[in-house]
């Protein structure tokens, strides 16, 4: 297996999926916290995999990796305070409390050395550099000399 695969047990996902874009909106505006799924590439390259997770908005500290066997899940909970005040005849204040969270999990090729992924947090998005070991490395064709 030289491929990531993903699961996703989200109900968004499948309600979306169910009942198409138009019922998933109606729920994901009627519902007090959101589950929201971020956009994922997933690329090979020469020395490894590499997974991006756009997620802008949230902190280093929001994001759990946890590796079991060859499963990695990518999780995140966010918790937004909004308070907002209107000047009227009447002063009040009303406070909004905002909590999103979402999970990934993609199973790892055998090809990939796990005790050497690294992650890293830059501008909205999660970086997880995933290197492959060193037997699954494609390696360069060379010449084998024949002796006599």
Known sequence: MNSLTRSNNNLPSLIENFFGRDMNDFF???????????????????????????APGLKREDFKLNLNHNNLSISAYQETKKEETDQTNEKYTRREFSYSSFQRTFTLPTSVDADNIQAS???GVLKIELPKREEAKVKPARQIEIGG
């Not at 505006?29 to 994922?40: I, K, Q, R």
């Open 121 to 123: 947090y830059t501008d």
């Open 28 to 54: 994901n505006t009627n519902m007090p916290s959101v589950s929201h799924v971020p956009a994922v590439n997933v690329v090979e390259h020469q020395d490894g995999f590499r997974i991006e997770v756009a």
